[in-house]
């Protein structure tokens, strides 16, 4: 009978065993193309090209659509002799939507080609302006540095990182986060949750940066209502938020990294770790959750069980680089600022895990300086162009900082 019993649970725990899922190998693979590609460029130091080549070609099998390995694939492939090879990576990136000047020495010679100076006149022309869009707010304050933004009521409502506070369009402070920076936010009802981090650019001493909450305010008192800090010992660093229809409340963590849900007033890892890397952006659409991962692309993950996936972005398509990503018409519109040009572009889903079309909206508006996060209203994108962090590093100048700009881009686009 004993033996009878073991040889059932046996079965039972093969049986399981073979319909479990294998788990997301993203964050692995971005691991394993980072050694790729620094062995590649020690190769290079050491005059070892042919290792250059074997490196980069690894790491970017690793890292498909990444632009900058991709750029010094077609390098390597050149300085190895092999045109053909180079061309070719040089027409993905071109069809990617990235600008690539063959100004490098090493890369100086397609030009002595027909083919090269047509590839070459398409990689600059992605560098072209398109501006679709118009000016829906300029501040006055050059150093207010605004992150996350929302409409209330017919007034502007603008996180600031810099001043640690979220003011209204007239510079009346609603509330002040002080010592953590304010950061992406969604208006839900009457209050606002903001994802609030402490960090150097809001004047945070150095052992609390990183110290993250989640913070719920009353939109007509600037009541902090709730403040939820994560429980665990891990790194932190919230960047932005989400809200279902129904209330739900799930907040980014780029440093966890993972994503966290609001429950009973506390904060609950829904997808904390691999496979994550960088998580940036969040979309509720259709009881899905979306989020944008800065070095990986779009997850598709399952609130209910918090298991994430990576959407194959297919052929001549990057979605490195996302920051805001909202949902819209059955689809995702994203704020690309990692890439050369930024830009904003839609993301078809011909299934919740298959995308179809991605359609430039906007790109390389002369009001961008890190485009950020933004919101739909009334089929029209409204989102901040320039938060400047690079212009709030210690060692910038920042008599180059300029007031926020918030443009108003009409969704009026067809994908097909």
Known sequence: MIRLQWVIFLVLLLAGCAQKQPGDPTAERIRE??????????????????????????????????????????????????????LSTFENLAKMGVYVSFDDPDLVGLRAISVGQDLEFRL?????PKVASARAFVGSDPNFQAEGIARVDGKWLMASVRQNRIAWNDGATLVDLSPRSALGMKTFENHVWVAATATQEGGASPELVGSSQIVKIDLSTGVVDLAISPKDTLNHWFGDVEISPAGEVFVSDSQAPGIYKVEEDQLIPLSVGDPFTSPQG???LNKRLYVADYAAGIFHVDPSTGSAH????????????????????GGLIAIQNGMVPPRVIFVELLTPTTIGAVVTLESNHPDYHDPTVGFVSNDSLFYMANSQWPLFSPSADSTLRKPSIILGLPLDFKVR
């Not at 001549?316 to 949902?327: C, K, S």
């Open 310 to 329: 990576l959407i194959d972005a297919g052929v001549g398509v990057t979605l490195l680089g996302i920051d805001g990503l909202i949902a819209y018409d």
């Open 282 to 284: 969040i979309a509720y």
């Open 33 to 86: 193309g980072r050694l790729a590609a620094s062995a590649a460029f020690s190769a290079l130091e050491e005059g070892n090209l042919a290792d250059f080549l074997e490196g980069l070609k690894r790491a970017t099998k690793l890292r498909p659509a990444h632009a900058s390995l991709e750029y010094h694939l077609g390098r390597a492939y050149l300085m190895n002799g092999d045109t053909l090879s180079a």
């Open 124 to 128: 600059l022309r992605n560098n072209n």
